[in-house]
């Protein structure tokens, strides 16, 4: 049987994380293809209804990464984003949802090389938990 | 300044004595109309009626076991803009809890209302109720008063209370301007009248009402009702945690639901005008479908169930205030209020929020603290 390999769905605040992906591209740095980037303008923009939808979709594992405190481009955004996955962490887990499979982080825009470290490191946690029970049942 | 009085009941009528009480505020110059719960003529069911005339308060019933919708609703209908005149509001704990909360939400005025809360006896899920008062509404309700304040907060004449108010641990409002008191008085001779805010003191002053303390059993009855409440409640919580904590359990859970949202319409707190699920981002396209099943082989239609109480469950569960209202709409008899309780009550817990506590606390996911949760950022 072939590796597992994990579906991860990245929400990206334009300003920082998604510029450090850029900039992790344009230098020519490697991470795995696991994770599929969205673009938003802001993580405080990110519903959690867009967390659960990825998760009941089958993604095995969701991250939303943002600026670092103090350089969200809407002032603070990140921070009413840490409170929504915060809150997700609360409720997602009732129904068996591993809540390591919901991360957050804040990787600023010169951040590229930090960014393929992390991408390395989640995609090896979420290999390592298996694939999630969406993927494999029917969800109602 | 806080104003107790009490007023002696008519061969043991508080229905009478709440009518006459309600008609003197509502014949007071500050006052231009009362919302109250009553008794409709056509069919023997308590709605709440907006009343201008005192003389048509004849039918109010605010002591039914009939909770036929949350009016926090209503409320903020009748005060999202200055309605030109102020409106005492007669409504249920949880009611206000509710309002509270849309008044944080904007969606409503706490100024231009009064409010009043009659100790809140419970009530039965809306079918049982019509088959507990059968011909006689009023004889119905003082029978139920009774019973209530003689000890039995569960079921009665084989009929039991709605889950919501058997777990529900506010039987008594503390942000009423002005409460009336059931629990520690002696059943059938006397309520209490008690102003809580200066509007509250304001109105009770006009009334000219006989002074009097507030017994020391009331307070103690309060709180064993409570305790006996919370018993229950965290019953409750353990039970439902144990039926929801897989996948297959969720799908156990939620497979009678068939999307008709109506725990959506009755909630007082789904505060969206507009419902994300009603709008075309969820009128899929037919092909839409069709990649779906293929993906496993089979797909539950309607689609979306699942996504949309957990996602109702992400908007709405810090500013839940249990009133039961879900489970009350569900055709299909969905243990509702036990499961968004449940998680009501941990998402409210990690944000120190109380749902309707108070006015001075922003609702959890507008605000935030520069040093908090520190533990959710990152990956190592």
């Known amino acids: 049987m072939s590796e597992f390999e994990p579906t991860i769905v990245a929400f990206f605040c334009n300003w920082c994380t998604y510029t450090a992906a850029d900039l992790a591209g344009t230098s020519r740095l490697s991470y795995p293809y696991n994770i599929r980037i969205i673009r938003v303008m802001c993580t405080g923009m990110v519903d959690p209804q867009y967390v659960i ?42 129904f068996g949802f591993d809540q390591q499979r919901l991360r957050l982080t804040w990787i600023g825009a010169s951040d590229g090389v930090h960014l393929a470290e992390i991408m390395r490191t989640f995609t090896g946690q979420i290999k390592a938990l298996g694939p999630s029970q969406t993927k494999l049942k029917m969800v109602i | 300044m806080t104003i107790t009085a ?29 919302l109250v719960p009553q008794r409709l003529p056509t069919k023997n069911t308590v709605m709440p009626t907006l009343v201008t005339d005192a003389s048509f308060l004849g039918s109010a019933d605010p002591l039914a076991p009939a909770f036929m919708m949350n009016a926090a609703r209503i409320a903020s209908r009748l005060t999202r803009k200055p309605m030109g005149g102020k409106v005492a509001a007669v409504l249920r704990p949880c009611e206000i809890r509710a309002f509270i909360e849309l008044v944080k939400l904007k969606q409503a005025l706490r100024e231009d209302i009064l409010l009043i809360s009659v100790d809140c006896l419970g009530a039965f899920q809306n079918k049982a109720y019509s088959k507990f008062a059968g011909q006689n509404g009023p004889e119905s309700t003082i029978r139920f008063y009774k019973n209530v304040m003689g000890g039995n907060i569960t079921e009665m004449e084989g009929a039991e209370f709605a889950t919501a108010c058997k777990a529900c641990e506010y039987p008594v409002s503390e942000n009423a301007d ?18 809580q805010t200066e509007a509250g003191d304001h109105i009770l002053k006009l009334l000219n ?99 949309y109480h957990i996602t109702r469950l992400a908007h709405m569960s810090t500013a839940c205030v249990g009133c039961g209202q879900c489970s009350n709409a569900c055709p299909n008899d969905i243990p509702l209020t036990e499961l968004f309780r449940t998680i009501a009550h941990k998402t409210q817990k990690i944000f120190e929020y109380e749902a309707g506590r108070s006015l001075d606390e922003k609702p959890p996911l507008s605000e935030f603290r520069e040093d908090e949760f520190k533990e959710v950022v990152g990956i190592d």
């Open chain 2, 209 to 307: 009402l006989p002074d009097t303390n507030e017994p020391p059993a009331r307070q103690d009855a309060i709180n064993t009702l409570i305790s006996q409440r919370t018993s229950y409640r965290d019953e409750m919580f353990a039970k439902t945690r144990e039926n929801s904590d897989s996948l297959d359990k969720m799908t156990a859970y939620f497979s009678n639901c068939v999307n008709c949202y109506n725990c959506r319409v009755a909630c007082p707190v789904c505060y969206c005008r507009e419902c994300v699920f009603v709008t075309d981002v969820f009128n899929h396209d037919p092909y839409q479908y069709l990649q779906w099943a293929a993906r496993k082989g089979i797909i539950k239609m309607p689609t979306d169930t699942l996504f």
């Open chain 2, 6 to 34: 009490k007023i002696d009941l008519r061969e043991q009528n508080p229905l009478e004595a709440l009518q006459q009480f309600f008609a003197g505020i509502l014949k007071l110059e500050d006052i231009a109309a009362i």
């Open chain 1, 53 to 94: 939808k990825a998760f009941l979709e089958g993604a095995d594992g969701v991250l939303v990464s943002g600026c670092r405190p103090g350089d969200c481009h809407y002032i603070n955004g990140n921070y009413k984003a840490r409170r929504r996955i915060k809150l997700l962490k609360e409720i997602l887990p009732q």
């Open chain 2, 178 to 195: 002005i409460q009336i008191g059931l629990y520690g008085m002696k059943t059938g001779e006397s309520i209490l009248v008690k102003s």
